[in-house]
Structure formats: structure tokens, C-alpha cells
């Protein structure tokens, strides 16, 4: 990380002599809360096990965790021949993060605590090409009144979930500047206004990434080492996970699959003009028109207007038409995952998206198309599942990213020992830019220069 260690030095003046006790405790505070937060040592015992640190000198650490508010030893374990030992528990409770998705239909918000489980969420229809200020006023509506119904605890950090990829930046532990990742949002300084309103540091991800992560922690991968995780919608994208960990590659661009080109018949195109929901829907649309699906067409004559949804409806009522259209998509999905799971091995597929997720073709005919052409070892103990999360798992994946974000260990010294993220020096410089670009430009943020 040389980009970030250089600007560390800006901003920290060289010390002279011997360390502080805050300096040399850090690094240990470090490695024993996270010990304790991925549940590797629940015990001292372990805990000294584990660290390779002296009895005293756990126990020293573990008194300053607990005045910090992050450990908790109140629970006594079982008791194995001799006294019960003292459980020690990450505080999970100690703060909370807000976490948003903003898709290009729907707006979701919600609240987890430091471990990202999710607490409450709240979902509602919008439109992402509306004026980037009345959306993002309508974000900051939404979290200020999460926060009030939470008695207000302690707020460690923001996480949102956008449509787009989002460019790998180094920003390892926050997002310092809004990226060019929305449409029509290039000039509004998104992250800028939420660090000014709210006093924490901030995250984006794109929708694949958050419910990639979602899913692995806490829907159908969650026992499982490499997963592949694919959205079908008027986007398609994957997601991919190995040992628990994101995968994002070189610029933060990992699975925009919707780009690899793809054959039906005499037609070719980008897999998302072949089989995302737009084309499902135009395709449905068509068969009505020309009197080839009964359900659709009758659903025209109504005045209304026929989506990939109804489509999907229509071909489980049995509507032969319908059938075919999700059949076809289902086929080029699968047959560009194949190429996916041949060069990745993973031990689980999972599809997600409302198409995906309410009907049992297009999930059928992925599946045939990904084991017919998927190696015999690569497909013999693979499973290929919907999503088990729908709407929810973008919002506990943008918790789990914000939460590793703020306990990875190479930035989580420089907090631990004030207890509170806004501590850190590099959040500190970053806010104190907005806000004098907010004296400056009459309380209109803008991207401060850095």
C-alpha cells in the first residue's frame, strides 16, 4: 500500500525516542480483537494460544478492549474438569452502520452492527435517473430516521450499494472521494454530503459485489470456500468469493459478464441485450402483439404494460411462449457461467434477481446448459441454487464490507486506541477539507482535492 503510506506520512509528524504504550499496544490490541471477532479465540486460554502473547499481557489488552467498549467477558463457558472460564465475545452492539442499495428501480436502506448483521431494512420504489439531489436528500431522510429508531448508538461507518462496478482505488478502508460510478451523478458529490451529515467514514461497492458478500455470509454460501454468484436483471453481472474473501481484480471491474457476446440463431449481441430483462420483456411484448402467448396478450388488452415479471409469470402458468423466452436466457446465461466455472472450480452457483428468483425455467435451463458443458470435474460435486436472500442480501453485504473494512488490521491501529473510527488520521484530513469546502462554497459540498 505505498500510495496510502505516503500520505500517513504527510500527516503524521515524526516522533523522537521511545514509542508510546498507545504504540506498542496497538499491534497486539489489533491482532486479539480480531482473534476474537472472527471467532478464532473465544477464551483467554486460546486467545494466548493463538496471539503467542503472555498471560499478563493478554489479560492488559483484553481490560483495555473492554474499557473501549469491543470485547465483552460477562458469559461463562462450559466447564471442562475444572472452573468454567469467561467467554470473550466481540461487542458487536458497541455501533452500528447504516447501509443503502440503490438500484435502478428501488431504493433500499438499512441498519446492522459491527459484526453486519442486519437489524432493521426498509425498502421502496424509486427511480435511479431522478435528480441525483432529491435521491440523495431522500438517502439522508431515510438514515436520519433509522438512526432515531435505534436510540441513537454510536455510528461507525456508511455502506452503499450501487449498480455499477466501482472502481479499486486502494480505498482499503474508505472511500475518500465520490467515483463516476452512476449516471447523471458524475458532479454530486454523494460520499462528500454523507461524511459531512453524518460524521463517518463511507464505502461503495457495486450491487453484484454487496450480494455476493451477502450471500456468502449469510444466505446459501455460507459454508462454502469459492461460490460464483450471478444477478440476472436488465444487468447481468457475477460476483465471485474465495475463502471468504471478495475478489475484486486489478481496477474493481471482477464479472461484468453482460459484455461477452453471445449467439441465439441468426441473432448476436452482448448477453445482456440477449437474455437481461429488457430483452425478455421486448420479447414478450412481440409474442403478444403477434397473438403467440394468450396470457401476455390478454394482459395488452388490458392497457398494461408487459415486463420481464409478467413474462416470468406467464411461463409458469404454463404460456408456451413465454416458456421459450425465459428458456433461451436461461440457456446463454448458463452457457457463459460454464466458461466461468471450467476456469474457476467453485463449489457453488448461485443465481439471484427477481426472474431468476421467482421462476423455475430460466433457473432449469441455466442449469442444463452449465452442466452440459461444464468439465466432469468441475461439475461433479458443483450445485447450482437461486438466491436465498432476494432484496436483503445487498444490504448485509454492504454491512460486511463496511465491517471489514473498519476492522482490517492494517488501519485499525490507528482507531483502536481513541475506540471510534472518525479517530483516524486520514478521516480527519478528509473531513476537515469537506467542511472547509463547505465554509467556502456557501455550504455546497463539492469533492474536495485530494
Same mark, same amino acid.
Given at each position: ?6 500520505? #500517513?506520512? *504527510? ?9 508510546? &504504550?498507545? #504504540? ?12 476474537? =471477532? ?5 477464551? =483467554? /486460554?486460546?486467545? #494466548?494460544? !493463538? ?19 469491543? &470485547? ?14 469467561? %467467554? ?38 424509486? #427511480?435511479?435517473? $431522478? ?8 438517502? &439522508? ?8 429508531? $435505534? ?14 462496478? &466501482? ?14 460510478? %452512476? ?21 461503495? =461497492?457495486?450491487?453484484?459485489?454487496? +450480494? ?91 392497457g398494461s404494460p408487459v415486463t420481464a415479471l409478467e413474462v416470468a !409469470?406467464?411461463? !409458469? ?33 448461485? %443465481? ?30 458443483? /450445485? ?32 483502536? +486506541? ?9 478521516? $480527519? /484530513? +478528509?473531513?476537515?477539507?469537506?467542511? *472547509? ?14
Amino acid at each position: 500500500m505505498p500510495r496510502m503510506a505516503s500520505v #500517513e506520512a *504527510d500527516i503524521r509528524p515524526r516522533r523522537k525516542g521511545r514509542p508510546s &504504550v498507545s #504504540e506498542t499496544a496497538a499491534p497486539s490490541l489489533v491482532d486479539i480483537l480480531n482473534l476474537v =471477532r472472527t471467532g478464532r479465540a473465544t477464551t =483467554r /486460554q486460546e486467545i #494466548e494460544r !493463538q496471539s503467542e502473547l503472555g498471560r499478563a499481557v493478554v489479560a492488559d489488552r483484553l481490560g483495555t478492549l473492554g474499557e473501549l467498549g469491543l &470485547v465483552d467477558e460477562s458469559e461463562l463457558g462450559a466447564a471442562t474438569g475444572g472452573r468454567a472460564p469467561r %467467554l470473550v465475545r466481540f461487542a458487536a452492539d458497541r455501533g452500528r452502520i447504516l447501509v443503502a442499495t440503490l438500484d435502478q428501480t428501488a431504493l433500499g436502506v438499512g441498519i446492522a452492527d459491527l459484526a453486519g448483521s442486519l437489524i432493521m431494512e426498509h425498502h421502496e420504489a424509486t #427511480e435511479l435517473t $431522478q435528480p441525483a439531489p432529491g435521491l440523495a436528500d431522500r438517502l &439522508v431522510t431515510l438514515f436520519r430516521w433509522i438512526l432515531e429508531r $435505534q436510540a441513537n448508538p454510536p455510528l461507525y461507518g456508511i455502506s452503499i450499494s450501487v449498480p455499477g462496478a &466501482v472502481p479499486d482505488g486502494g480505498e482499503v478502508f474508505f472511500q475518500r472521494t465520490t467515483p463516476a460510478v %452512476l449516471p447523471g451523478w458524475d458532479s454530486f458529490p454523494l460520499v462528500e454530503t454523507l461524511v459531512a451529515t453524518f460524521d463517518a467514514p463511507v464505502w461503495l =461497492r457495486s450491487s453484484v459485489e454487496t +450480494m455476493t458478500m451477502g450471500e456468502l455470509h449469510a444466505g446459501a454460501g455460507e459454508s462454502n470456500r469459492t461460490m460464483l454468484f450471478v444477478k440476472v436483471g436488465k444487468r447481468i453481472g457475477a460476483g465471485l468469493a474465495s475463502n471468504g474473501e471478495l475478489f475484486r481484480g486489478a481496477q474493481g471491474a471482477v464479472g461484468l459478464i453482460g459484455s461477452v457476446p453471445v449467439t441465439a440463431g441468426e441473432r448476436s449481441g452482448t448477453l445482456e441485450a440477449m437474455a437481461g430483462s429488457d430483452h425478455i420483456a421486448q420479447e414478450g411484448r412481440l409474442a403478444a402483439e403477434r397473438g403467440l402467448s394468450p396470457t401476455l396478450a390478454d394482459h395488452l388488452r388490458r392497457g398494461s404494460p408487459v415486463t420481464a415479471l409478467e413474462v416470468a !409469470q406467464a411461463a !409458469q402458468m404454463g404460456d408456451v411462449a413465454a416458456i421459450d423466452i425465459l428458456s433461451q436466457s436461461g440457456r446463454l446465461i448458463g452457457q457463459v457461467v460454464a466458461t466461468l466455472a471450467n476456469m474457476l472450480n467453485p463449489e457453488l452457483i448461485v %443465481l439471484s434477481g427477481s426472474i431468476a428468483q421467482t421462476n423455475d425455467i430460466l433457473l432449469a435451463s441455466a442449469r442444463e446448459a452449465i452442466y452440459g458443458a461444464c468439465h466432469p470435474l468441475v461439475s461433479r460435486d458443483l /450445485q447450482i441454487v437461486r438466491s436465498q436472500m432476494g432484496n436483503s442480501s445487498g444490504l448485509v453485504g454492504a454491512a460486511i464490507v463496511a465491517a471489514e473494512g473498519l476492522f482490517g488490521p492494517s488501519l485499525l491501529r490507528d482507531w483502536i +486506541m481513541a475506540g471510534r473510527p472518525q479517530a483516524h488520521p486520514l478521516f $480527519q /484530513q +478528509m473531513k476537515a477539507q469537506i467542511m *472547509d469546502r463547505r465554509t467556502f462554497e456557501g455550504n455546497t459540498v463539492r469533492p474536495p482535492d485530494m
